[in-house]
């Protein structure tokens, strides 16, 4: 991964970027993030209609959730919006998590975080978010699916401490919000019910209030401009098609079961009618480490569904964690098939393949689909591919995978002791040695700085 020269040395694994006129590092130290392919995909499927229509381009936002029970979801650093695992968890319906993105939308289409930032250099936060959010996905135990690791700092959104959005900016993108719902012919009730159970919050003191009303300071007159408009959109009434809910009621029940498992257990049940309720039981099960329990709910619910990838990841991911290596592969392999390219089932299938010792040409493929596609540029990945070329005896592109791992990092020095290895291995002239040249000179200017 490019790394901008004046990012300095990251000290975290898991990192996540909030609004910040104060040092960027210094947030990267208290937080961390989430990677799951079933949740983000819910997300940009909700996202993508409400940026056709407000003239964002889809592929430049980032869709990004942070580790975090505090309710909360806001633009940070350019086109990048977060999402608090606490918002998704609180979060009712996938129409109220469109009524959000749609006003998160209004705050990158209208500007306001140019506005609010000037005194952040564009180029080093644009190069410091990929950076972070490359070292967030891979980490951990390295695995490629539902995951998430604390920073050192904790995990807690100190979000008060940063740069909160005018209430101008908050009415502009309300008013941008109603029209994009209008205009995708989705009604405004979704984001009027989420700011109305916050309503109350804007009365109590700052200690005590959401960090969404923190962040977006919420005002009667807001709450009440989108009541008028509810009340006379030709859009009211108009909901989500009920796939769009249920695929939003799947990775709410996921994510309940998976940071509350505890809750789940107690709230869920393994032979409830509504399916995503037993796959959050499902999933509780698993992070009570009960492999078994939660493989045979699994398995129930790929009877009814057997092609669906995620209950195949999620069985996966279970069986792999639980040991059953061999066991997991087929799971992983019938997801991958249903999502092809995808950059986090993909990952898991390679370390799979290279656990058992076989199918390392194909291994290697794969990695190199995920390290070419930029939601999959994790430093995991690249340890995969080193480990997968070095079984193949190719210790030039081994090496070089480790100097690309070492620069997502942000560990120069390592970087560079790596890439001068794979320069006097791979032959002269050749990708890989050209590659070398131009990760030299960014490790080099990433160390002197």
């Keep these: 991964m490019m790394v901008a020269t004046r990012i300095t040395r990251l000290l975290v694994g898991m990192v996540m970027l909030a609004v910040a006129v104060a040092p960027l590092q210094a947030l990267a130290q208290r937080l961390s993030l989430v990677r799951d392919a079933e949740t983000e995909r819910v997300l940009a499927d909700l996202a993508l209609p409400i940026f056709q229509v407000s003239g964002v381009v889809p592929s430049a936002v980032d869709l990004i959730i942070v580790n975090d029970n505090a309710v909360n979801a806001f633009v940070a650093a350019g086109q990048n919006i977060f999402f608090t695992t606490g918002f998704l968890m609180q979060a009712e319906s996938a129409l109220e998590v469109i ?65 909160a959005f ?47 009303v923190r962040t977006h300071p919420l005002t009667r007159d807001r709450v009440d401009f989108i009541r008028n408009h509810v009340g006379q959109s030709p859009a009211t009434g108009n909901v989500l098609p009920p796939a769009a809910e249920l695929a939003y009621a799947r990775v709410r029940a996921k994510l309940i079961g998976y940071f509350q498992p505890q809750v789940a257990l107690t709230q869920f049940a393994p032979d409830h009618a509504n399916p995503a309720v037993r796959y959050g039981y499902a999933v509780a099960l698993y992070r009570r480490a009960r492999i078994d329990d939660a493989a045979a709910v699994m398995r129930g619910l790929l009877a009814e569904a057997p ?111 790596q890439a001068i290895r794979a320069e006097q291995t791979l032959p002269y002239g050749s990708p890989g040695w050209l590659r070398v040249q131009d990760l030299r000179r960014v490790a080099e200017d990433l160390r002197d700085d």
Excluded at 113 to 125: I, Q
Excluded at 194 to 205: G, I, K, T, V, Y
């Design 307 to 417: 092609g669906d990838p995620f209950y195949n990841e999620m069985l996966g991911q279970i069986l792999m964690d639980g040991g059953r290596i061999t066991e997991a592969r087929p799971y992983y392999e019938r997801a991958a098939q249903a999502l092809p390219g995808e950059p986090l089932i993909l990952v898991r299938l390679a370390q799979i393949r290279l656990e058992e010792g076989s199918g390392i040409d194909t291994a290697i493929i794969e990695l190199n689909r995920v390290v070419s596609d930029r939601r999959g540029a994790m430093p995991f990945a690249w340890r995969l591919l080193a480990r997968a070329y070095g079984l193949q005896g190719d210790l030039g592109m081994a090496a070089l995978s480790l100097a690309e791992e070492a620069l997502a990092m942000g560990e120069a020095e390592d970087a560079l002791e």
């Design 166 to 212: 005018s209430r101008s900016m908050e009415s502009a993108a309300d008013q941008a919000s109603v029209t994009y719902l209008d205009r995708v012919g989705v009604s405004s009730e979704g984001l009027l019910a989420f700011l109305a159970r916050l309503e109350d919050q804007e009365l109590l003191p700052a200690s005590r209030q959401s960090p969404y």
């Design 99 to 163: 009524g959000v993105i749609a006003h998160e939308t209004g705050h990158i289409a209208g500007g306001h975080l140019a506005r609010g930032s000037d005194a952040l250099e564009d180029a080093t936060t644009r190069a410091l978010i990929a950076t972070l959010v490359g070292i967030a996905a891979g980490i951990a135990a390295g695995s490629g699916e539902l995951v998430a690791a604390t920073t050192a700092g904790g995990q807690h959104l100190a979000v008060r401490d940063f740069l």
